[in-house]
């Protein structure tokens, strides 16, 4: 076994596993589940100002939280049959800070092809800093994975921020966030949102974006909904 495939493995082993062994031990306890699941839905899938897939988009989430430490995994798919899975891992320090790691995987490749030419899992570390409205973020892929789309040494970054009503943002990477591979500024635009109440118990997350791409001289304009 090579040390990738052993590191593929192990990680999604501590991913899979981590959250019911961490159940177990608080069966009986009174305190609040710490597992939440969740759904999104939006008119299009946008990310780092790239358009993935076609038409609306269903986004679930399966997370696991216990103080700052955060495992799930989160999901898009959509009619027209784009699919992608990911595991994910991250630790929220008290200060602001927040270190993570995802594997993005796309189910209808072999989920156990970790090879260059035609891998299905591109991995990233990340790092974030927020500091009243101001949020940072540096994005790094360790690997190249074919089927998955990545280089490897792929690089993204972002600076936001969010005021009373509407957040701003300006994104820039290479690798598989440009149409060339050269670094650019590829995500610039402003989201906003509100919460609808539907009933004393229930509420309704609606938010919407406006995303340029510079890069690749695309607008777009999404919204969605959480539950």
């Not at 009986?28 to 899938?45: I, L, Q, R, T, V």
């Not at 990340?126 to 789309?149: M, P």
């Not at 972002?158 to 701003?168: L, M, P, R, S």
Request: charged share 15%; with cysteine.
């Amino acid at each position: 076994m090579t040390k990738m495939k052993l590191f593929f493995t192990v990680l999604m082993a501590v991913l899979i596993f981590s959250p019911n062994n961490l159940m177990a031990q608080e069966e009986g306890n009174e305190n609040p589940s710490k597992f939440s699941a969740g759904a999104d839905f939006y008119s299009s899938y946008i990310w780092r100002g790239s358009k993935l897939g076609t038409g609306p988009a269903f986004q679930p989430t399966i997370d696991f939280t216990t103080g700052g430490l955060s495992i799930g995994v989160w999901g898009s798919f959509d009619a027209a049959g784009y699919m992608e899975s990911d595991l994910y891992a991250s630790y929220s320090f008290p200060f602001g800070l927040t270190l993570g790691v995802i594997d993005y995987y796309l189910p209808d490749l072999d989920i156990f092809d970790i090879t260059d030419t035609t891998g299905s899992h591109a991995l990233e570390l990340s790092a974030g800093y927020e500091l009243g409205g101001l949020s940072l973020s540096a994005n790094y892929i360790i690997n190249e994975a074919g089927g998955a789309g990545s280089y490897g040494g792929d690089m993204y970054f972002q600076a936001g921020y969010a005021f009373e009503h509407v957040e701003i943002f300006l994104g820039a990477g290479n690798g598989w966030h440009t149409s060339d591979g050269e670094f650019a500024v590829c995500n610039v635009g402003l989201g906003t949102g509100k919460t609808i109440k539907i009933t004393d118990s229930f509420s309704v997350e609606v938010s919407g974006q406006v995303v340029f791409n510079p890069e690749k001289k695309q607008l777009f304009g999404v919204v969605g909904f959480s539950l």
